[in-house]
């Protein structure tokens, strides 16, 4: 499966890539982007590598790594990250806005344009999201997404769903 433009009213998802680092490590300097996944701001060449790792693809083919940068329309800055591991019928979402862009929503409408874009593969029956607990924005922007949570736990967090076809 290969990432796409998905465009939303406000934003474009674009597909990532290595040339976004430096814009990206500004995006996501803040440490309280951290708070509940862990680890620490990256430098722009150390995102440059890891973005180069995403794009260059899992190493298992059976499971796909689908990412995208958040471009708002109405200045072109990039605000945020969403992506997508698909293993068979099953999509993980997870999602980044920057500090200074939190609190309009942004979240919510990257999450529900790829979810929208995830439901439309015919091959996609479930999509999921982990979320710690007391992440209060994380759980609201699933909730607008259309996931909720399911009572299971892995890794500390709760796993919110939403099946896109029976």
Do not use: K
Not at 104 to 127: F, N, Y
């Amino acid at each position: 499966m290969d990432t796409e433009l998905i465009r939303t009213a406000r934003l474009d998802l674009v597909p990532l890539s290595a040339a976004h680092a430096e814009e990206m490590a500004t995006v996501l300097s803040s440490p309280a982007l951290h708070t509940f996944t862990g680890g620490a701001p990256l430098t722009p060449a150390a995102l440059r590598t890891r973005y180069e790792r995403l794009i260059a693809g899992s190493p298992d083919p059976a499971v796909s790594w689908l990412n995208w940068v958040l471009r708002l329309h109405t200045d072109a800055r990039l605000t945020g990250t969403a992506q997508a591991t698909v293993t068979g019928s099953e999509a993980e979402i997870a999602w980044v806005v920057g500090a200074p862009w939190q609190g309009r929503g942004l979240a919510s409408e990257a999450a529900q344009g790829l979810v929208s874009w995830l439901t439309a593969r015919p091959a996609i029956r479930t999509v999921v999201a982990h979320i710690h607990p007391d992440h209060h924005a994380s759980a609201a922007v699933a909730t607008a997404a259309g996931l909720t949570p399911t009572g299971e736990w892995q890794d500390g967090e709760i796993r919110w769903q939403r099946a896109t076809r029976p």
